[in-house]
């Protein structure tokens, strides 16, 4: 995965001022392999990767991230910004009802669709009507019919009730009237939401095209939604095409995104169309549908959704502030207090909670490591010790004599020897914060003691 291949690569690397070109462009060739492999085609893959270098020269390395980190993180914004920066809900006509048309390749999902979205939008308090304008393939009707019946809403259909199989094969309809016709029934019946499916073909053709373009004029949609196949690969980019200017729509839908597929296409087509993916198509069940969303995408994409995860928790968890002013304090030849002692181990806390993902991380092993035997419950025991001391004993634990430490232990209901250990514990730490303010390294999670 992406993330091996860039442990092996950053072993080595360490955070610098400044991110390097050298750094860079280790980092976006594994990108663009991950990229490749995901099945974004390739000329968007080299525009993408191009823009990416340029955001990273000169980016200001973080203090809670390496170079690697770094990079990613960038990509993975940029992506999101591409998947998500023109992400919109349904337009709703001012005057219903509102026209939804449906485009796309045969087998893409689109009568599928049509049924989640009138199922979702009848769940909303709208009262949509399913318009069967493919007539090309035999049972197409039939098909709107069953999932129109599942999804509770009506249908508008060329052969109403009764079309056989041997029926089906033989309609001839005029999919621009049945699309015409249907709206006027959803005008007439006071349904103010209409979607209109309509035929697809096993690749771009031109008659296709030309019917779809038809029934967009005839019907002026408010919507025209390109339905696409997320495994349709390196492909993605000339259906798009040819469907942006054979009959130009308005959103995408992505469709079974349940599958294997990394879901390329998806950045794929809004780079080369610059329309918002509006929803995602996630089994062959009406419910199986939800809002697109960019962010999960963008690690679907990049096949790395634990690291990002990782990158946003260390991220928050590595305190900048708090680092620098403990760092600041110890130079400074103040005292490492008790309290100071509890914050570091509320960081390391919080690390805890990614110990696993840890191992992942290039230059995070021997972070794990220490991570490894530690007991996030230790820190509220810590925690309530602490509490129970006074404020004096918590920048001065010398102070603390015998009967104190009985009292201290009572009062977070632990033992004496609980006190003891802290305290040793603690001692251990100080000395080691001295030795650091002298020697000069930085103080942090990392520098916590094992
Ligand atoms: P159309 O030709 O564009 O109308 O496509 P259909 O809606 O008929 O879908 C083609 C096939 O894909 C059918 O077998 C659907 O059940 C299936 N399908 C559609 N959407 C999804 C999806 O999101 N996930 C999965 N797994 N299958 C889907
Ligand atoms: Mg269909």
Do not use: W, Y
């Amino acid at each position: 995965s992406l993330s091996d291949r860039l442990t092996s690569t950053f072993k080595n690397l360490r955070g610098r001022g400044r991110l390097s070109e050298a750094d860079i462009d280790a980092t976006v060739r594994e990108i663009r392999r991950a990229l490749l492999d995901a099945d974004v085609a390739v000329p968007v893959v080299r525009q993408f990767t191009a823009a990416v270098r340029e955001r990273a020269l000169g980016a200001e390395v973080s203090g809670a991230l390496n170079p690697a980190q770094q990079v990613v993180k960038i990509v993975n914004a940029e992506l999101v910004e591409i998947l998500g920066g023109q992400t919109r809900s349904l337009q709703l006509a001012k005057t219903p009802p509102t026209v939804i048309m449906l485009a796309g390749l045969q087998g893409a999902g689109k009568t599928t669709l049509a049924g989640k979205l009138a199922l979702a939008l009848k769940e909303q308090g709208h009262t949509p009507l399913l318009v069967a304008a493919d007539l090309q393939r035999p049972n197409a009707v039939t098909q709107l019919s069953v999932v129109a019946e599942r999804a509770g809403v009506p249908v508008f259909a060329p052969h109403p009730g009764n079309t056989s199989d041997a029926d089906a094969e033989t309609i001839i309809g005029d999919p621009v009237g049945v699309s015409r016709d249907g709206v006027a029934e959803a005008r007439a019946k006071q349904h103010d939401v209409v979607i209109v499916d309509t035929a697809g073909r096993l690749g771009v053709d031109q008659v296709l095209m030309q019917q779809a373009a038809d029934i967009r004029a005839a019907i002026t949609p408010d919507e025209v939604l390109f339905v696409i196949d997320a495994m349709i690969g390196q492909d993605a980019v000339t259906t798009a095409n040819a469907f942006a200017e054979g009959v130009d729509f308005t959103g995408v839908v992505l469709s079974k995104l349940d599958g294997d597929a990394r879901g390329g296409a998806a950045l794929s087509v809004a780079k080369v169309t610059g329309k918002p993916i509006m929803f995602a198509s996630t089994g062959e069940k009406l419910t199986e549908f939800e809002v697109f969303h960019p962010d999960r995408m963008a690690s679907r994409i990049l096949d790395m959704g634990d690291v990002l995860t990782l990158i946003e928790q260390a991220e928050k968890a590595f305190d900048a502030d708090e680092a620098e002013r403990m760092a600041a304090k110890v130079a400074g030849g103040e005292d490492f207090t008790l309290s100071d002692f509890l914050v570091q181990m509320q960081q390391m806390k919080k690390l805890g909670s990614m110990k696993k993902m840890l191992g992942m991380m290039p230059g995070m092993a021997q972070m794990r490591d220490q991570l490894e035997n530690f007991d996030e419950r230790e820190v509220d025991r810590v925690q309530a010790l602490i509490q129970s001391m006074t404020p004096a004993e918590r920048e001065n634990p010398k102070i603390i004599n015998g009967s104190r430490r009985a009292r201290i232990a009572r009062g977070a209901g632990q033992t004496t020897a609980a006190v003891n250990g802290l305290l040793d514990r603690f001692g251990q730490a100080q000395k080691m914060m001295r030795q650091m303010a002298s020697g000069g390294a930085p103080a942090g999670p990392g520098g916590m003691p094992a």
